[in-house]
Structures are given as structure tokens and as C-alpha cells.
């Protein structure tokens, strides 16, 4: 499969499975990471949203779990979209649609050579 690799910004939390938070000053009506439980897209939430799974993410290293049942899960997912006339990629939870590409979310963007 081909697997690649988004980065996320993301404060490092460490082992601690708690909501990710972007800064206030960017939105402070929406301020956690999360995705949404029916449709698996990413997005950034108030805490009073129960449409959102907003806890549970765990960091090991840079890279970006969910707590699954006491298990460590990847099953992040990026889609190619169209948005006002730019391909861009949505980022999702467990997307099983034919056309989503298995990632990796990580803080830190890939190193190249």
C-alpha cells in the first residue's frame, strides 16, 4: 500500500491521550482537533461538540494515534478533493472509500534529502 505522510500542526502532548488544541488566536469558537464520528473528516471543534471525537489521541514519537479500546490506532485516510479550483487532500478517521490513500499524521513535516 502506499502510505504518506501529512504533517500536522500539533503541540508534542506526549504519551498523555488528551484533546489537541490550536491556537486561540486563530479560532476560539473552534479549538480542538478532532474528526467527525459519521463522516470521519478532521476537523477543528468546540468542546460542546458531541459530533466530534475531540480525546483520545495519543503521540508516539511525532506520530499521531487514536486510543482504540486501550489500543494505539492509525487508520488515518487522505482523499483528493476540489476546492475552489485547488486539489487538495481531506484528511480523515477510518474512510473506507476507494479512492482514500492510507497516511500517517505526524508534528513533524517528512525529512528529505
Known sequence: ???????????????AAKPL????????????????????????TDLGDTSATTTGFIFFGSMLFVDVDHKMEAAWTARPT??????????????TADDAIPVQLNTRAPMHE
Not at 1 to 15: E, K, R, V
Not at 21 to 44: C, H, I, Q, V
Request: glycine residues 12%.
Open 1 to 15: 500500500m502506499l502510505f504518506q505522510t501529512f504533517a500536522i500542526l500539533a503541540a508534542a502532548l506526549g504519551a
Open 21 to 44: 488544541g490550536r491556537p486561540a488566536s486563530e479560532n476560539a469558537s473552534a479549538s480542538l482537533f478532532g474528526f467527525d464520528k459519521d463522516t470521519g473528516l478532521t476537523k477543528f
Open 82 to 95: 476540489v476546492v475552489d479550483g485547488q486539489s487538495l487532500f481531506e484528511v480523515g478517521w477510518n474512510v
